[in-house]
């Protein structure tokens, strides 16, 4: 079985700083994909950066980047220079190779701060 | 594109009456899902299906019905609702199952059971 724990339910920031929110993952499988999806207030989820157990580099899409760390099983998002819009619920989420479903987190509910 | 569609968007029921959540996709995706979101919880998966003809449970199954007669379409049974099962509901789709392949979300449905 997988899981997923974000331990921060919630994290203020003030605009243009840079914040992490972090991830951790329990899984057996040797063979996965981590993700983190975006959710704001209108509701809808929105892909944001993806992160898989053989790569090589922290993968980066703009301003967010995946601190990966495979021997800690963590992978944390870090959004730099924050703007009012990135405020919404984060949430990671899991893959492991042969399933087609995700296990998500709890999520972090991000406020940013003008 | 319409990507996933989902229909109602807002639904109010009473206790013991049934109703059927719509979700369609019209990306040629195999891999279709449905999860629920309630506070503090995250997604969690009620069903998911592999292809037309196949069905299987997820995490929090009880009380919902699926059936995947067609590529297209996921419809989510609620048989007899109860106040429990007052939540935000995503269908979602992919089109491979591997590890960075992303689900595809539609909207939401928000449904209150009284």
């Known amino acids: 079985a997988q899981k997923i724990t974000q331990t921060q339910p919630g994290m203020f920031v003030q605009e243009k700083e840079a914040v992490t929110l972090d991830c951790t993952y329990d899984?057996?499988?040797?063979?996965?994909?981590l993700f983190w999806y975006k959710q704001p207030s209108s509701g809808e989820m929105i892909f944001l950066i993806y992160?898989?157990?053989?790569?090589?580099q922290n993968a980066t899409e703009g301003r967010y980047s995946l601190n990966f760390q495979k021997a800690r099983k963590s992978a944390n998002l870090v959004i730099s220079a924050s703007q009012l819009g990135d405020s919404a619920m984060y949430f990671c989420a899991m893959r492991p190779s042969g399933y087609s479903t995700l296990t998500f987190g709890k999520g972090t509910m991000l406020l940013v701060s003008p | 594109n319409a990507g996933v569609t989902q229909t109602p968007k807002f639904q109010v029921l009473k206790t013991g009456q049934s109703m059927t959540l719509q979700c369609a996709q019209d990306m040629n995706h195999e891999y279709m899902s449905w999860y629920r979101q309630d506070p503090g919880m995250g997604l969690r998966l009620i069903h998911y299906?592999?292809?037309?003809?196949?069905?299987d449970q997820g995490e929090v199954p009880n009380g919902y019905n699926v059936s995947r007669s067609t590529t297209e379409d996921f419809p989510l049974r609620l048989l007899s609702a109860a106040p429990s099962q007052t939540s935000v509901y995503f269908c979602a789709s992919s089109f491979k199952v591997a590890t960075n392949e992303k689900l595809f979300f539609g909207s939401g449905t928000q449904l209150s059971v009284l």
């Open positions: 992160q898989g157990s053989y790569d090589q």
């Open positions: 899984t057996s499988d040797p063979s996965y994909g």
């Open positions: 299906s592999v292809g037309a003809g196949i069905t």
